[in-house]
């Protein structure tokens, strides 16, 4: 049986830093990840990121952006706008165009500066849902850069994603970690960027350089996790340990690196930057990738062992 080529299964954008994801048909690559993804990111009193590790309930906020925003050359007008979704909450409005008000100190992990503050009614907004005071803010690609680790990926930024641009995986992946588990999750729970199809189980952790379409990633480490998958993100409620205890099994540091010194870390995924400095120059060529699109595998090493986490 003729072996079936690799292909996108689907395609996720995180409008806010850890609310809920879209699932799009095509998305644009841009050189800190997709076009819309982790753009936006609620805050405390004191411009300090929130996140579901403290804020669980976030994983039931819903986010919707006009059709057309995934084009890849489509601009915002003043008609145009991000519509925000929570239980018990109405929809919040925000438009898409850039916002007058601009928010100091605002801090991200080792980040910190300035952001687009996006006004009075959606700090309100959030301060209700969540409780607390709150403030919705949005990346300016204009002043900020967010560098990711340099020791990974020197010369590369992203937005608010945790580190890296883009996070793969595979629906391999996930079907063999619900082969293990008492009940299975959904891909839901891991918020990759791109699903894969057609993969050997985890063979997403050898790829060091991939194609779709013209454009290139360089694979730069695995992608370690937290206990966010544990949040349920359809009810907002943290499982105790699950699927981090069971891959702790097989997904550990200790297991998969015997010979290094382990840290207590479990992966699932791959963390990819798109290589745009020596693929497809800025402003040239089609930078949209599309579900169903193929992948080419460049380069690969050649154990687990020896990927960088």
């Known amino acids: 049986m003729e072996e079936q080529a690799l292909k996108i299964q689907s395609i996720f954008i995180y409008p806010i830093k850890s609310c809920r994801g879209i699932s799009v048909s095509q998305a644009t690559v841009t050189q800190t990840g997709f076009q819309w993804d982790r753009y936006w990111l609620v805050v405390n009193y004191k411009g300090r990121a929130y996140t579901q590790k403290v804020e669980p309930k976030l994983a039931l906020v819903e986010s919707e952006l006009p059709k057309e925003s995934f084009l890849e050359e489509w601009e915002p007008t003043k008609h145009s706008f991000l519509v925000v979704r929570a239980p018990g909450m109405s929809p919040l409005k925000i438009p898409l165009t850039k916002p007058s008000s601009v928010a100091e100190g605002v801090s991200m992990w080792e980040w910190s500066g300035s952001a687009f503050d996006e006004g009075e009614e959606a700090a309100k907004w959030f301060s209700d849902y969540l409780g607390k005071q709150s403030r919705l803010v949005r990346f300016n690609k204009e ?167």
């Open 143 to 309: 002043t900020e850069t967010r560098p990711s680790p340099p020791e990974y990926a020197a010369g590369y930024t992203t937005t608010f994603a945790n580190t890296f641009p883009f996070m793969v995986s595979s629906q391999a992946s996930l079907d063999k970690l619900n082969t293990i588990l008492t009940e299975p999750v959904p891909i839901n729970r891991f918020r990759p960027n791109i699903l894969v199809d057609n993969c050997d189980p985890f063979g997403e952790d050898l790829w060091d350089e991939i194609k779709i379409n013209d454009l290139v990633f360089q694979g730069v480490r695995l992608c370690s996790r937290c206990k966010l998958p544990t949040v349920n993100q359809e009810t907002g409620v943290p499982d105790a340990t699950e699927p981090i205890e069971t891959l702790m099994k097989f997904r550990s540091d200790k297991v998969l690196m015997p010979h290094k010194k382990p840290h207590g870390k479990v992966f699932f995924g791959k963390d990819m930057v798109w290589n745009w400095n020596i693929t497809n120059n800025q402003g040239k060529g089609n930078k949209t990738i599309k579900v169903g699109d193929s992948i080419s595998v460049l380069r690969m090493i050649s154990s687990v062992s020896e990927a960088a986490v």
